[in-house]
């Protein structure tokens, strides 16, 4: 039987065998909502993890032991300059854990994650990274590359629910995960080496920067909205509100991602990255209006209601059934161009000495929370597959997303809560 452990607010987290030290890791992406807490979660066992390289262009945020070492290194360029770099920097790793992620801005008429860019730009960054480590001879025993949930097609309409690890591949169209799974397959079978993947749903995370965070629009706009003295409104429908969507904490998908590099039933597969709760926006949004003091308010479900629908342009991933389609009473991206909400966030910034003081990328920042916020087919990520293995993380996705409302203010990014 596996014994399990509680970690602060993570609960059912594996007991890995204190035999297993002296470990060396890379985490790429290593600034970033996925790599920073992978960092986190590897530095808990300094015995076990005994020395880290923490690869990302810009560091990570904070201060961190010794044994991280932090690389400046753009994965875009040449493997040759990858493989030279971890040679002058004498690097080698049992373990490899890849987060970089690039997202360029889609063109105007553009869906987010269909882009050609998209594609190009994330299979160079793990293909000349592979190549790089092949170069420097640095054959790790197990690499693990984080995917997500559009591995599913959840970006393209309803899924069959709950995601199982086992579902075809959604036929047609770009994604770039697939490329990067067979990329990374063909690379672990050609050095005879173990390969994972991961499948996270909308991940909940406190850092600086990242591609994509869910939680810092809805901070932000709870903040604002308290500000300005109104409720803290439900932007979608009746569907998205009583939903069930997975969350999936970065520091959730750390434990998972250490459990499974370390274990030998679990070569060669891939997992789900789930907070394994069950969520809906139904009942966490009046937890949040809570925690800010605030009163909220759920969707219009009267006669008079004026939603905006948007239909996707695809047939459903599950390959029947109409497309998906989202409906907003007002999207957080447009909210956050109000002039009266700019003006508030900025004397909110000034009084309380937040880093930012204007909006940045708001189409990217808040649209990423907009569609999340408006999903309204079920995200079930299965975690079977991994319960049968012996694996039982959980957390609590309310009091995760609280938690990291809260870290926003430690990293200067929102001010004090009341
Ligand atoms: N965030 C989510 O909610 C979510 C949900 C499901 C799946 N996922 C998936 O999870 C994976 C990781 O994403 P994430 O959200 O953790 O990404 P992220 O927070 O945006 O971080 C991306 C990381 O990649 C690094 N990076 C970007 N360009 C680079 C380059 N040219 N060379 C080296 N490093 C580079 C960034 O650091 P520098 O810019 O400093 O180099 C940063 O550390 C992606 O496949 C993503 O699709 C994310």
Redesign the pocket.
């Known amino acids: 039987m596996s014994e399990i452990q509680s970690r602060d607010i993570y609960h059912g987290l594996p007991v890995i065998s204190k035999d297993i030290k002296r470990l060396t890791a890379i985490v ?8 920073n807490h992978q960092l986190k979660v590897l530095c808990e066992n300094p015995r076990r993890w005994q020395k880290i390289y923490a ?4 560091p990570p945020h904070g201060s961190w032991p010794e044994h991280v070492e932090h690389i400046s ?4 360029q040449s493997p040759e300059n990858i493989a030279a770099e971890l040679a002058k920097r004498g690097v080698r790793a049992d373990y490899v854990f890849f ?5 360029p801005t889609p063109k105007d008429g553009e869906a987010v994650w269909s882009t050609d860019e998209l594609v190009v730009v994330n299979k160079k ?1 793990l293909f000349n990274f592979l190549d790089g480590l092949e170069l420097n001879n640095t054959i790790p025993k197990r690499v693990l590359l ?4 559009k591995y599913y097609g959840m970006h393209l309409g309803p899924t069959s629910s709950p995601q199982e690890e086992s579902d075809p591949r959604v036929p047609g169209g770009l994604n770039f995960y697939y490329e990067q799974e067979d990329y990374l397959k063909a690379f672990a079978e050609k050095h005879q080496i173990g390969w994972n993947t991961t499948r ?4 909940a995370g406190a ?1 600086p920067d ?5 939680c810092y629009p809805l901070a932000i706009y709870a903040t604002v909205q308290k500000y300005l003295n109104q409720p803290l409104e439900y932007p979608s429908d009746i569907k998205a509100w009583e939903a069930v969507v997975a969350i ?1 904490s970065a520091r959730a998908n750390g434990y998972l991602a250490e459990w499974i590099v370390l274990t030998e039933q679990a070569k060669d597969e891939s997992f789900n990255a789930s907070d394994d709760c069950l969520f809906t926006w139904e009942k966490f949004w009046p937890k949040l209006a809570e925690r800010f003091q605030m009163p909220w308010t759920g969707p219009d479900t009267s006669d008079e209601a004026s939603y905006e629908t948007v239909i996707m342009p695809h047939d459903p991933p599950r390959g029947y059934g109409p497309p998906g389609a989202f409906r907003y009473r007002f999207r957080l991206a447009s909210w956050a161009k109000r002039p009266e909400v700019q003006k508030a966030w900025a004397e909110i910034a000034e009084k309380s000495g937040l880093d930012e003081k204007e909006f940045r990328d708001i189409d990217r920042v808040f649209g990423f929370t907009d569609i999340a916020i408006a999903m309204n087919y079920s995200v079930c990520l299965s975690t079977t597959k991994a319960k049968k293995m012996g694996y039982f993380g959980f957390v609590d996705s309310t009091e995760s997303i609280l938690r990291v409302v809260e870290e926003f203010v430690g990293l200067r990014m929102l001010p004090p809560l009341p």
């Open positions: 790429t992406g290593a600034n970033g909502i996925s790599g690869l990302s262009r810009r290194l753009d994965l875009l987060f970089a992620y690039a997202q960054l984080q995917l997500g949930g996270p749903s909308h991940i850092v990242a591609a994509m965070n869910l999936s």
